[in-house]
């Protein structure tokens, strides 16, 4: 089959690699039928993410049509139209019991890398290393799928792919954001980052009960959409400075919750900007965390911090004499997508959530490498890639 692999930093090509194949009973194989480039897709494009090897397939979000089933897999049947959360959960232990299922203890076997850098294990992740399982990924022409009669959602065959595909990740990661922020009535939410999850977490704000949500990023088209579709009022960091203006926007009290959803290649201004990217390239720290920062100060005494956009390893200057002694909240982790597929798919049947507006481009699979340059570079308005094998 064809697949997008990794082949070092910025540099990802369509490569023949050997079909997937059943493993185990609980196991199906997915013809893939729509994959989306995500934005933490560019922390593995850029070379920020370690244990990725040269020839993984990558990516994370998609949707399919199940081709095979193993033995113990008696909810699917061939033919089926399904999507699949990005995180792997076994449906078994402590965590997915709990419906915490990126924490499960059971699907990542190679906790082992993972658990000398954060102290435990994690769940895996389709196509996103090897220190989070090693599992191939979705930007491929089939993809199999562990622990199938668990983490695979049934859809209706009369929507398109672009209405459905997106509660495979962006939207529970929205979704889950805007649910850390324990939103109470007239509540103001920030939110950092324009991209697929942060408007899906506006949205999702606004749904949770929000009273004002605020959208901050540098580009126009991205602000300019968090208007149209996610009803935000907005700020573009480059033109005024975001802690000063959220101040005046809230009377000088501060957002009472604010969302991360930019993660570890987080834009700031100035010397700050400067020395971030300057340590990241020497390796002398592993994220840029611009957002956090600004959250941190910016957020009101006793508000809340979700943190949903991806971070990998460690950071530099934290406030955390403002965190601590303003009496801020941190929430934050990988989504928990089993635990919301059902229910946003429902919103969608429903009619009270359409999210293919986040798509402005859509090409065959064998233009991979294009994709992820105008992604990244956000060219020609790019804001969601969705690939079609």
């Given at each position: 089959?064809?697949?997008?692999?990794?082949?070092?930093?910025?540099?990802?090509?369509?490569?023949?690699?050997?079909?997937?194949?059943?493993?185990?009973?609980?196991d199906?194989?997915i013809?893939?039928?729509?994959?989306?480039?995500?934005?933490?897709?560019?922390?593995?494009?850029?070379?920020?993410?370690?244990?990725?090897?040269?020839?993984?397939?990558?990516?994370?979000?998609?949707?399919?049509?199940?081709?095979?089933?193993?033995?113990?897999?008696?909810?699917?049947?061939?033919?089926?139209?399904?999507?699949?959360?990005?995180?792997?959960?076994?449906?078994?232990?402590?965590?997915?019991?709990?419906?915490?299922?990126?924490?499960?203890?059971?699907?990542?076997?190679?906790?082992?890398?993972?658990?000398?850098?954060?102290?435990?294990?994690?769940?895996?992740?389709?196509?996103?290393?090897?220190?989070?399982?090693?599992?191939?990924?979705?930007?491929?022409?089939y993809?199999?799928?562990?622990?199938?009669?668990?983490?695979?959602?049934?859809?209706?065959?009369?929507?398109?792919?672009?209405?459905?595909?997106?509660?495979?990740?962006?939207?529970?990661?929205?979704?889950?954001?805007?649910?850390?922020?324990?939103?109470?009535?007239?509540?103001?939410?920030?939110?950092?980052?324009?991209?697929?999850?942060?408007?899906?977490?506006?949205?999702?704000?606004?749904?949770?009960?929000?009273?004002?949500?605020i959208a901050?990023?540098?580009?126009?088209?991205?602000?300019?959409?968090?208007?149209?579709?996610?009803?935000?009022?907005?700020?573009?960091?480059?033109?005024?400075?975001?802690?000063?203006?959220?101040?005046?926007?809230?009377?000088?009290?501060?957002?009472?919750?604010c969302?991360?959803?930019?993660?570890?290649?987080?834009?700031?201004?100035?010397?700050?900007?400067?020395?971030?990217?300057?340590?990241?390239k020497?390796?002398?720290?592993?994220?840029?965390?611009?957002?956090?920062?600004?959250?941190?100060?910016?957020?009101r005494?006793?508000?809340?911090?979700?943190?949903?956009?991806?971070?990998?390893?460690f950071?530099?200057?934290?406030?955390?004499?403002?965190?601590?002694?303003?009496?801020?909240?941190?929430?934050?982790?990988q989504?928990?997508?089993?635990?919301?597929?059902?229910?946003?798919?429902?919103?969608?049947?429903?009619?009270?959530?359409?999210?293919?507006?986040?798509?402005?481009?859509?090409?065959?699979?064998?233009?991979?490498?294009?994709?992820?340059?105008?992604?990244?570079?956000?060219?020609?308005?790019?804001?969601?890639?969705?690939?079609?094998?």
């Amino acid at each position: 089959m064809k697949a997008v692999c990794w082949n070092g930093a910025n540099d990802v090509r369509v490569q023949s690699v050997p079909d997937p194949t059943i493993l185990n009973p609980r196991d199906a194989i997915i013809k893939i039928t729509s994959t989306a480039i995500c934005g933490s897709d560019l922390h593995i494009y850029g070379g920020y993410i370690p244990t990725v090897q040269q020839g993984d397939i990558i990516g994370h979000e998609f949707m399919g049509e199940v081709v095979e089933v193993g033995k113990g897999v008696n909810n699917l049947k061939i033919g089926d139209r399904v999507v699949v959360p990005s995180t792997i959960g076994c449906g078994n232990c402590h965590y997915c019991q709990h419906d915490m299922w990126s924490l499960c203890d059971n699907s990542n076997p190679k906790g082992w890398i993972q658990e000398k850098l954060f102290g435990n294990i994690t769940s895996a992740i389709y196509g996103y290393s090897h220190m989070l399982g090693g599992y191939a990924g979705a930007q491929a022409e089939y993809i199999r799928v562990p622990f199938a009669d668990v983490g695979v959602v049934k859809v209706p065959p009369d929507l398109p792919d672009e209405m459905l595909l997106f509660i495979s990740d962006a939207i529970p990661t929205g979704y889950m954001g805007a649910e850390l922020c324990d939103i109470q009535p007239g509540d103001t939410v920030a939110v950092w980052g324009c991209g697929a999850v942060g408007q899906f977490a506006m949205i999702s704000a606004y749904m949770m009960g929000a009273e004002k949500v605020i959208a901050i990023d540098r580009f126009p088209e991205r602000l300019e959409m968090a208007k149209k579709f996610a009803k935000a009022e907005v700020i573009n960091y480059e033109e005024v400075n975001a802690g000063e203006a959220l101040k005046e926007m809230t009377g000088g009290r501060g957002p009472d919750a604010c969302i991360d959803a930019v993660g570890l290649e987080a834009h700031g201004v100035g010397l700050e900007d400067f020395y971030d990217q300057t340590k990241q390239k020497l390796r002398l720290e592993t994220d840029r965390p611009h957002v956090l920062r600004e959250m941190m100060v910016a957020c009101r005494k006793g508000g809340t911090l979700s943190i949903m956009g991806v971070y990998g390893g460690f950071v530099d200057k934290i406030p955390l004499g403002a965190a601590f002694n303003k009496g801020l909240t941190f929430r934050m982790g990988q989504m928990h997508g089993q635990k919301y597929m059902h229910l946003l798919l429902q919103k969608i049947l429903d009619g009270k959530l359409d999210p293919s507006f986040v798509v402005t481009h859509q090409l065959p699979l064998e233009q991979a490498p294009h994709a992820y340059d105008i992604f990244q570079q956000k060219k020609d308005n790019c804001i969601k890639v969705v690939l079609k094998p």
